[in-house]
């Protein structure tokens, strides 16, 4: 990524009933820790909440990372490696290839080991996914895409709900 960022947040007012920042279409300046783990693509959270009883809880969360493969287009790149996060954001030990499911310890370019490491703002992140969920009134799974920004600031960037095939 370049040092020349764009910004433009959309915002939600009319889904949510309040802020909420949404990227579209413009660059984000990723928070440097996502950087360290690959800085030339776009690192993604995803968050899996679900509503039980009115209650609504985090089910599983990830980290959707980046790759280089001189074979595939830029757009088979992002997301290609996938490594789970536990409920306080630790990352697994290990991720997995998408397009092999090969297990791996460490990112395949940059060499930055997963076991150890621990996602920046994952509780405000975790927090603000559950009360979207929240205010969105679905008795039902939403998967919410989030981005990091440089300076800890959540962007969401998608989000699905179980009928739209979200897992």
Same mark, same amino acid.
Request: hydrophobic letters at 40%; one cysteine or more; glycine letters at 4%.
């Given at each position: 990524m370049g040092t020349e960022k764009y910004h433009n947040e959309y915002l939600f007012e009319e889904v949510f009933e309040r802020n909420v920042p949404f990227q579209n279409d413009?660059?984000?300046?990723? +928070?440097?820790?996502?950087? @360290?783990?690959y800085p030339?693509?776009?690192?993604?959270?995803?968050?899996? %909440?679900y509503c039980e009883n009115n209650t609504v809880a985090l089910l599983s969360g990830s980290l959707e990372i980046g790759t280089v493969d001189s074979n595939a287009g830029f757009e088979e790149q992002i997301g290609e490696v996938s490594? &789970?996060?536990?409920?306080? &954001?630790?990352? @697994?030990?290990?991720?997995? #290839?998408l397009k092999t499911l090969q297990? !791996?310890?460490? +990112?395949?370019? %940059?060499?930055?080991?997963?076991? &150890?490491? *621990?996602?920046?703002h994952f509780d405000q992140l975790k927090a603000?996914? !559950? #009360?979207? +969920?929240?205010? #969105?009134?679905?008795?039902d799974v939403i998967s919410w895409k989030f981005a990091l920004d440089? *300076? &800890?600031?959540? !962007?969401?960037? %998608?989000?699905?709900?179980? *009928?739209? #095939?979200?897992?």
């Open positions: 413009d660059m984000i300046e990723q +928070h440097p820790f996502l950087n @360290k783990i030339y693509a776009l690192n993604i959270v995803q968050l899996v %909440t490594c &789970g996060l536990d409920q306080e &954001g630790n990352m @697994k030990p290990y991720a997995y #290839n297990k !791996i310890d460490k +990112h395949p370019q %940059t060499r930055f080991v997963f076991a &150890g490491s *621990k996602i920046p603000l996914a !559950i #009360n979207l +969920h929240i205010e #969105n009134k679905v008795d440089s *300076k &800890g600031q959540a !962007i969401l960037i %998608t989000w699905l709900m179980e *009928k739209e #095939n979200l897992l």
